[in-house]
């Protein structure tokens, strides 16, 4: 089974490689998307972790600190991480091999690169906050509340109701 990491990972990788501009934001929001792709097609959720509600919309929060190195500049580069292993009751660097990943996996998330590549960071922002789940806690968002997660079932009803939500079917 894929980590978190290693999707947002290949996320980064074949942005850099098809010369489409990402950051941190950007690769949150495409996530996202993901993530609700994945639900509407009756996949469960393609993470280990649940998005958090952040005050920029959707944000799973292991991703964010990995990269977050970036500030609100362009990632350059994937960078190593940092994995425990329990074996050796340690920390370890790795660095992301595109090769653990099936090639279908892959194409399928070039494809969507590519279709999501018109789409700014601020974009994305103002779409998500637009959905029933961010904004049902918007008021406690602003408030700075932690911890809000996206519920599964009530993302995929979402975009199921809404298909012209659904942006990873048409490019902008």
Known sequence: ?????????????S?????I????????????YFY?????????????EKFEKWQYGPVLPSVYHSYKQFGGYDIVEVPKHFRFNSQKDEFESYQFDESILSENI????????????NYGPF????????????????????MGIKN??????????????????QIWTSQS
Do not use: C
Not at 21 to 32: D, S, V
């Open 1 to 13: 089974m894929l980590e978190s990491m290693d999707i947002a990972d290949y996320f980064v990788l």
């Open 15 to 19: 942005s850099l490689k098809q010369n």
């Open 21 to 32: 501009e990402i950051n941190n934001l950007k690769l949150q929001k495409l996530l996202y």
């Open 36 to 48: 609700a792709m994945n639900l509407v097609n009756g996949n469960e959720n393609p993470f280990h």
């Open 106 to 117: 892959r194409e399928s998330i070039d494809a969507f690169i590519r279709n999501l590549s």
């Open 123 to 142: 974009d994305l922002v103002e779409k998500t906050h637009s959905h029933d789940e961010w904004k049902k806690d918007e008021p406690l968002i602003n």
């Open 148 to 165: 809000l997660e996206y519920d599964d079932v009530a993302t995929k009803e979402f975009f199921k109701d809404n298909p012209e939500e």
